[in-house]
């Protein structure tokens, strides 16, 4: 069974940058089959943001008009595992990031941000950005 584990999260000024990472366990990624996986965030009392989504086969990247221009999402299927690099932080980046994945489905156009598509999710890890 496939899991999912955030790591790198912390505390940074404004206008800084952090990479947060998500290492998979029991599934081994490859570019050449189709997967979906995807960044989230959540602050207290609101629902789950999609921030950025990652597909393989196609290859294909989407980003929240917040995140556009600002953050990127990747993977390194040596090391198993998927990063998102934030640049530029805000304030209203402080959240909880949660990774998550559907694994043999590479989702597409507005569908990729709904949560409802993930069946793999990690426990999330928790940015701060502040003054």
């Known amino acids: 069974q496939a899991q999912m584990v955030e790591s790198g999260g912390g505390e940074v000024q404004i206008g800084g940058s952090l990479t947060v990472s998500c290492a998979v366990s029991?599934?081994?990624?490859?570019?050449?089959?189709?997967?979906?996986m995807a960044w989230f965030r959540q602050i207290p009392g609101k629902g789950r943001e999609g921030v950025a989504v990652?597909?393989?086969?196609?290859?294909?990247?989407y980003y929240a008009g917040s995140a556009s221009g600002r953050f990127n999402i990747f993977q390194d299927n040596a090391k198993n595992t998927l990063y998102l690099q934030m640049n530029d932080l805000r304030s209203d980046d402080t959240a909880m990031y949660y990774c998550?994945?559907?694994?043999?489905?590479?989702?597409?156009?507005?569908?990729?941000?709904?949560?409802?598509?993930?069946?793999?999710w990690g426990q999330g890890t928790q940015v701060t950005v502040s003054s």
């Open positions: 990652i597909t393989t086969d196609p290859d294909r990247r």
């Open positions: 998550a994945a559907r694994f043999g489905v590479a989702v597409a156009g507005s569908g990729a941000f709904f949560s409802s598509q993930y069946n793999v």
């Open positions: 029991g599934y081994a990624l490859r570019g050449d089959s189709a997967n979906s």
